[in-house]
């Protein structure tokens, strides 16, 4: 048995003669020389395996001839060089087992292409296109690549906690975690306190892993952290989910440039491996998502990425001339088409560092100034900010201080004000949109399109 990508690449001089493939009909057409051709697929690459099922095989007229696109198949014979145009092999077959049929009457991936909008509906069968197909393995590699950079530069692994009961970013956005059967409470069959059932406090899904990351950046030196995330924002974008995966680098006796040395280090690293081991797939995003992603995803591994801070950042967008839907000033959080216009304006990624304070979560370390934190975003054409960090608040009173300003109850977090007590040490780290790095690498408008069963407002059927 091999793959079909194996099936596709073999070279013409070395073919086997015996080899067995599974996988699903993508279309059938019978030809009028008695026999037909078949087009399979098993999603290990983007192209299909041409075989060629002659009408001597026993159940050529039976089943052969009735196969529809969706069908399961075995199908052995020998590889032979092919003559036609766009692929070098194809498989004569001396037996093709059904091993599903596909009802052609109500199977939805039928020839015609559908819309991504569309192809949602079908979750379940979605990973049969093309285009879906090609995301999700470029997801898997850019997941491995992550694994073999930080390994690499020697951080640890991490596991940090799903259910929480600190909330890192302080906005507010959490899924409330409880064991309490709502119908019964509707009936009035009331726990004690519904809201401290299980736990004894309130938890809720993890919005973030840094605190926890934190502690053990804070003994073990260098962890990265790499999970599910859950953000009850009620947006309706093309760039936010309600789950989605953040991986979350943090590193003892980092500064703010450290860490965004390590940011670019790390994007064009998973950048330089999708090219390297997904170039098929990344041609077809080149050609049929985004015109030119490629040079451009080129482009931004040779050059150095360019640095901005947030006052220059406000100064272009104050005075450029552009109408924005928000406008902007001093102090304001930058929006979507604020970052879309300064990474066209920079003509690729730029990172955007020193934010107000006012407008950043209380763990980032105020800057001499005091006005000002260290800060890090990375933004993209396209997507805007796909990595979000900073250098964290590491002096006691500065940090109990900050708590104090945004409202929080310094005995909640007694374990991460802990830290600064017992062998305190400047550091830095960061989290990246998993998804966010996908639709940057392939050029997917959507980011429902980039993760198998997307979790949005209104959206769990899968
Ligand atoms: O900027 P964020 O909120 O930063 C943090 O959570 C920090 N605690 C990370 C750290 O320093 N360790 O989120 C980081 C990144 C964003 O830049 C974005 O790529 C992604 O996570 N992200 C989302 N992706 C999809 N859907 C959402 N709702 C997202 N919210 C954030
Ligand atoms: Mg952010």
């Not at 093309?130 to 850019?142: H, K, L, P, Q, Y």
């Not at 936010?240 to 953040?246: D, G, N, Q, R, T």
């Amino acid at each position: 048995w091999i793959t079909i990508n194996t099936a596709r690449h073999m070279e013409p001089s070395s073919l086997p003669t015996a080899v067995e493939v599974r996988g699903w009909v993508r279309t059938r057409r019978d030809s009028k020389g008695g026999f037909s051709f078949i087009e399979l697929n098993d999603g290990t690459c983007l192209g299909n395996l041409q075989v060629v099922a002659p009408a001597e095989l026993s159940n050529y007229a039976d089943e052969v001839q009735k196969l529809t696109a969706g069908c399961s198949v075995i199908v052995t014979g020998e590889l032979k060089e092919s003559p036609a145009q766009g692929q070098s092999t194809e498989l004569h077959a001396d037996a093709v087992r059904v091993i599903g049929w596909c009802d052609g009457e109500t199977y939805p991936l039928q020839k015609k292409r559908h819309s991504f909008e569309k192809l949602r509906e079908w979750a379940h069968l979605r990973p049969r296109t093309n285009t879906i197909g090609a995301v999700m393995r470029v997801r898997n590699r850019i997941s491995q690549s992550i694994h073999r950079f930080f390994d690499e530069e020697g951080f640890y692994y991490l596991h940090t906690p799903i259910i929480t009961a600190s909330d890192c970013e302080g906005a507010g956005e959490m899924f409330r975690v409880t064991t309490v059967d709502l119908d019964k409470l509707a009936a009035g069959n009331r726990p004690l306190d519904p809201t401290r059932d299980f736990f004894g406090k309130p938890t809720h899904l993890t919005v973030s892993g840094q605190l926890e990351g934190e502690t053990y950046a804070s003994a073990l030196s260098r962890i990265y952290t790499f999970g599910p995330t859950f953000r009850a924002e009620n947006s309706n974008t093309s760039r936010h989910l309600a789950e989605f995966w953040m991986v979350e680098p943090e590193a003892a006796f980092f500064d703010l440039r450290d860490n965004m040395a390590l940011a670019e280090r790390f994007l064009k690293r998973i950048f330089t491996d999708c090219l390297n081991d997904c170039g098929e797939d990344m041609e077809f995003f080149d050609s049929m998502i985004e015109k030119g992603k490629l040079d451009q995803i080129k482009s931004v591994i040779e050059k150095p990425f360019e640095h901005m801070t947030y006052t220059e950042a406000v100064e272009k967008l104050t005075t450029c001339g552009e109408s924005f839907e928000y406008p902007v000033q001093w102090g304001t959080d930058l929006q979507a088409e604020h970052e879309k216009y300064l990474t066209s304006l920079v003509g690729g990624p730029v990172i955007l560092t020193d934010y107000p304070a006012t407008i950043k979560p209380f763990y980032m370390r105020v800057s001499d100034d005091e006005k000002t934190v260290a800060a890090m975003d990375v933004l993209v054409p396209g997507v805007g900010e796909i990595i979000g960090g900073s250098q964290r608040e590491e002096r006691l009173d500065v940090l109990t201080r900050r708590m104090a300003e945004a409202g929080l109850d310094e005995s909640e977090y007694w374990w991460y004000v802990d830290l600064r007590r017992y062998g305190s040490v400047p550091h830095a780290g960061f989290g990246l949109g998993l998804e966010r790095a996908v639709q940057y690498t392939t050029g997917m408008t959507n980011i429902r399109d980039v993760i198998p069963f997307p979790r949005t407002p209104g959206n769990a059927e899968f």
